[in-house]
């Protein structure tokens, strides 16, 4: 029996929504949500987000901790100027709620914990925000852990949580946050494994068998993680789907998502695109010294169903596909987010 009451509910477990909040909150805009992504929303069927708070180190505008205040700000700000469209949820319930009234569910999660610095008190100070879920690393290397690079050599410098990392952890799992290892490296995202009790997800990542960026997750992780109950979202974005131009086709990403099935069950994949092209118009990357487009596969949520076709086509099931559009991350959402 279902806690909802529509027949299928789609989670996006990554997306730089609250970024882009803020990005447009200084040109003095507000009502962003309503009028920049909710048609599209509503046009996919998706039901909740998980907005990441991504904090850019080179922003001239703030340090990281004021952009992370702000980012949240901006999101308080959203729901007080367009009221009953959306919620930012902070339980399973509140979810269902939500979801049930029609409206869109957003959660909120770290992407690198630098707004935290040094100070684990301040994780209690950002989970009474609003702040349930805790990605530790970007691309780079902070006061807790090494960030995954997106190139394929071991460029990261290898190491693991720091003791203070590990702090992190262990309080946000006490507080009842989602941990999230996507970006981290692999040494670090098997030291968070070894310290949680109860599943561990990735919101947004894809199999390095297929593309061997460090940015993905080799078939051990994969399956390490399945072993928790996790979730691994897959990942749309060209450059992790992968870089020559077959590989960033909607094919190549169900290839993704077959991979990941066959490792550790269709029950711990689920689906986190982050849509880059709002935030990052015409964007590259270099890559093993070439530079590469950065685009999104699925170019929006309304075109959801190419994706289910193709799904539908290699033989998934309705109830597969159930699982990997939500109901897999919702089950996770039950258990960590009391
Ligand atoms: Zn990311």
Redesign the pocket.
Known sequence: MSDFNIPRIIVDS?L?MCMYLRQEHQNGRNGVIKSDYLEDIKAGGVNVIVS?I?TDATDINGGWLQQACEQIAALYAEQEATPGLFRLCTSYDEIVATVNAGELAILLSF?GCEPLGNNPELLPLFHRLGVRGLGLA?ARRNLACDGARYTSGKYDMGGGLTALGAEFVTTAQRLGMLLDV??LNDAGTADVLELATGPVIAS?SNCRALNPTQRNLPDSLIKAIGDTGGVIGINGCSIICGVQPHETTLSYLVDHIDHMVEVTGWQHVGLGF?LAERIMPGASITVNGTSVPVFDIVKNYAALPQLTAELQKRGYTEEMIDGIYGKNFLRVYKEILK
Request: glycine share 0%; aromatic share 10%; no cysteine.
């Open positions: 990554h730089d990441a991504y992407e970007h996507s970006h947004h982050d």
